[in-house]
């Protein structure tokens, strides 16, 4: 899974999954999904961390 694949670089970056949605990937190794969407004509941005999980 391309998630778990994501390592971390020397600087931050995404990994876009379409329609808005993408996976920002910290240098510290930390994991976030970023949903960004439309609401009365305004780009809104909804933001969560996925709690860290062991690789298994």
């Not at 999954?17 to 930390?30: F, Q, R, Y």
Request: net charge positive.
């Amino acid at each position: 899974m391309a998630i778990k694949r994501a390592k971390p670089k020397e600087k931050s970056y995404t990994l876009a999954d379409g329609n808005g949605l993408s996976l920002l990937v910290e240098t510290n190794g930390s994991k976030g999904w970023r949903y960004r969407y439309q609401f009365t004509g305004k780009t809104k941005m909804i933001f969560r961390y996925l709690p860290s999980c062991n690789s298994h």
